[in-house]
């Protein structure tokens, strides 16, 4: 059974930094690629960055760009989102989600951890 | 404002069918991108229902079907049950934005 944990939420300043983790079990993880897809408590859906199955090909929302790095370790089957310089426009849940082998633009999320809320705020 | 647009809301009585647009462009579901459909039960995380415009991942019940035609997409609920109220999002990906893009949302009430 795919098993998607995602840590490292929690409330921090603007201007701050978080890291996020994502703890993947139940398949290959090192064979798919991997996002992040974000939702402000009550609203919808945002994609905010994917990453292919070995980090050769790295894609971030226009929100996101320059403040936020996708990595993933595939020795420890997780995927992290390292989170600078924050806003309070990033308050959200953010979840990770597993793609298809294939990084593609035709992609669905096929599985999708339980998320962890990040709150920046003074 | 979403790029996909999708109706606020949809309600249905027990038993009765209910579908749900999902409306995009030229540089999404128009340019042949496939539309995926995703389920949120309340307070929980977003499940996969239909993939690649029609296709059920395994273990989703055949009362829920999708389709496509042009720049728009359906989701259809046949037979509905109280445990279908949920919030359905529609997404897929946009080619001038050059982003995975999702509609705002409908949320499904079972009467």
């Known amino acids: 059974e795919v098993q998607l944990v995602e840590s490292g939420g929690g409330l921090v300043q603007p201007g701050r930094s978080l890291r996020l983790s994502c703890a993947a079990s139940?398949?290959?993880?090192?064979?798919?690629?991997m996002h992040w897809v974000r939702q402000v408590p009550g609203k919808g859906l945002e994609w905010v960055s994917g990453?292919?199955?070995?980090?050769?090909?790295?894609e971030y929302a226009d929100s996101v760009k320059g403040r936020l790095t996708i990595s993933r370790d595939n020795a420890k089957n997780s995927l992290y989102l390292q989170m600078n310089s924050l806003r309070a426009e990033d308050t959200a849940f953010y979840y990770c989600?597993?793609?298809?082998?294939?990084?593609?633009?035709?992609?669905?999320?096929?599985?999708w951890g339980q998320g962890t809320l990040v709150t920046v705020s003074s | 404002q979403s790029v996909l647009t999708q109706p606020p809301s949809v309600s249905g009585a027990p038993g009765q069918r209910v579908t749900i647009s999902c409306t995009g462009s030229?540089?999404?579901?128009?340019?042949?991108?496939?539309v995926h459909w995703y389920q949120q039960l309340p307070g929980a995380a977003p499940k996969l229902l239909i993939y690649d415009n029609y296709r059920r991942p395994s273990g989703v019940p055949d009362r829920f079907s999708g389709s496509e035609s042009g720049t728009s997409a359906s989701l259809a609920i046949t037979g509905l049950q109280t445990e279908d109220e949920a919030d359905y999002y529609c997404q897929s990906y946009d080619s001038s934005l050059r982003r995975w893009v999702f509609g705002g949302g409908t949320k499904l009430t079972v009467l």
């Open positions: 990453i292919s199955w070995n980090g050769g090909e790295i």
């Open positions: 030229s540089s999404n579901t128009g340019a042949g991108y496939d």
């Open positions: 139940g398949f290959t993880f090192g064979h798919f690629a």
């Open positions: 989600a597993k793609g298809p082998r294939f990084y593609s633009h035709t992609s669905s999320f096929d599985n």
